[in-house]
């Protein structure tokens, strides 16, 4: 048998300076981790002085920075880290159970269609799972399913960032939003150039104001905004309450604002490309079994609103 080569340096050293990395400095990352800020600057330091090389710049007034050294092993470090992690949660479960924390992204208007069945079917189903949501925007889960902080996300496909697997799972189309009293509320379709020249409650949230803004340029035309808001309930209040129509999405149940104002959703005539809605995930590592088993299971859901349903 060959001798078993032990390197010199610890999943601990490397786990610090992944932490020191995504917080920024070494203070953070004592906090963050319940630690003395010496404890992780001498184990930062150690694992220089092992690996031969400096890994990062660590400057008081502007915090930790990494050479080009140091992005190398944080990202090698990742996936070993995780694999240590996934390694002590088998250990804890039965043959065939799913154990562990699986942290899912959600894009904030896609929340009230996505997260209940996944956290109260798959829920129910593997009880040792602990499920743990991060609510963003698309911009701010850039970089956190390739970091592993995300371990599954559920976004609209106009803007995916980065470059995980990912997997379309419904569509939805845009509607006209209008107050129950409005003139267009009876019509059986509204066109865009019967809503260009009011006035425009737009939700002001990346990527929907660029889809919003596109349909309209798509037809030659220029909206009249009058109020933007980064709340899908704020748009439907305000047009609840007259001050102007909404174009969305997502298509709630209820057929009040969150003031009980009546508002009813009308099909945009043409009809305007549906957003597809993906699950997307780390196409750098391999998931472990329970991220797998989620996958699928949104795979097998019938989705409310859907086009397809």
Request: proline share 8%; with cysteine; aromatic share 6%.
């Given at each position: 048998?060959?001798?078993?080569?032990?390197?010199?340096?610890?999943?601990r050293?490397?786990?610090?300076?992944?932490?020191?990395?995504?917080?920024?400095?070494i203070?953070?990352?004592?906090?963050?981790?319940?630690?003395?800020?010496?404890a992780i600057?001498?184990?930062?330091?150690?694992?220089?002085?092992?690996?031969?090389?400096?890994?990062?710049?660590r400057?008081?007034?502007?915090?930790?920075?990494?050479?080009?050294?140091?992005?190398?092993?944080?990202a090698?470090?990742?996936?070993?880290?995780?694999?240590?992690?996934?390694?002590?949660v088998?250990?804890?479960?039965?043959?065939?159970?799913?154990?562990?924390?699986?942290?899912?992204?959600?894009?904030?208007?896609?929340?009230?269609?996505?997260?209940?069945?996944?956290?109260?079917?798959?829920?129910?189903?593997?009880?040792?799972?602990?499920?743990?949501?991060?609510e963003?925007?698309?911009?701010?889960?850039?970089?956190?399913?390739?970091?592993?902080e995300?371990?599954?996300?559920?976004?609209?496909?106009?803007?995916?960032?980065?470059?995980?697997?990912?997997?379309?799972?419904?569509?939805?189309?845009?509607?006209?939003?209008v107050?129950?009293?409005?003139?267009?509320?009876?019509?059986?379709?509204?066109?865009?150039?019967?809503?260009?020249?009011?006035?425009?409650?737009?939700?002001?949230?990346?990527?929907?104001?660029?889809?919003?803004?596109?349909?309209?340029?798509?037809?030659?035309?220029?909206?009249?905004?009058?109020?933007?808001?980064?709340s899908?309930?704020?748009?439907?209040?305000?047009?609840?309450?007259?001050?102007?129509?909404?174009?969305?999405?997502?298509?709630?149940?209820?057929?009040?604002?969150?003031?009980?104002?009546?508002?009813?959703?009308?099909?945009?005539?043409?009809?305007?490309?549906?957003?597809?809605?993906?699950?997307?995930?780390?196409?750098?590592?391999?998931?472990?079994?329970r991220?797998?088993?989620?996958?699928?299971?949104?795979?097998?859901?019938?989705?409310?609103?859907?086009?397809?349903?």
């Open positions: 048998m060959e001798p078993i080569d032990v390197p010199d340096f610890t999943l050293q490397l786990s610090y300076l992944v932490a020191a990395a995504d917080s920024g400095t203070a953070a990352a004592s906090a963050e981790l319940h630690l003395t800020s010496s600057s001498d184990a930062i330091t150690e694992l220089e002085r092992t690996m031969g090389m400096r890994l990062c710049v400057r008081r007034a502007h915090g930790l920075t990494l050479t080009s050294a140091g992005s190398h092993v944080v090698r470090a990742r996936p070993l880290l995780a694999a240590a992690r996934e390694l002590g088998s250990m804890r479960s039965g043959p065939g159970e799913l154990v562990g924390p699986i942290t899912i992204g959600c894009y904030p208007t896609l929340a009230p269609t996505v997260l209940p069945p996944l956290l109260h079917d798959f829920g129910e189903a593997h009880p040792r799972v602990e499920l743990q949501i991060f963003a925007t698309h911009d701010r889960l850039e970089g956190r399913i390739e970091s592993g995300v371990d599954v996300a559920f976004v609209y496909d106009l803007l995916v960032p980065g470059m995980p697997r990912r997997e379309k799972l419904f569509e939805l189309s845009a509607y006209v939003l107050a129950a009293g409005d003139p267009l509320a009876d019509a059986d379709t509204v066109t865009l150039e019967d809503v260009a020249e009011r006035d425009l409650i737009l939700l002001d949230a990346p990527p929907s104001s660029a889809h919003t803004l596109s349909l309209f340029t798509a037809r030659g035309l220029l909206p009249r905004i009058r109020h933007r808001t980064t899908y309930e704020v748009v439907r209040t305000l047009v609840g309450r007259g001050l102007g129509y909404g174009i969305l999405v997502q298509r709630p149940a209820n057929p009040a604002s969150y003031e009980g104002y009546p508002v009813v959703m009308k099909e945009i005539s043409p009809a305007v490309p549906p957003v597809g809605i993906d699950v997307i995930w780390s196409a750098e590592t391999d998931s472990p079994d991220v797998r088993a989620l996958i699928e299971f949104a795979r097998s859901i019938r989705w409310t609103g859907s086009d397809a349903s």
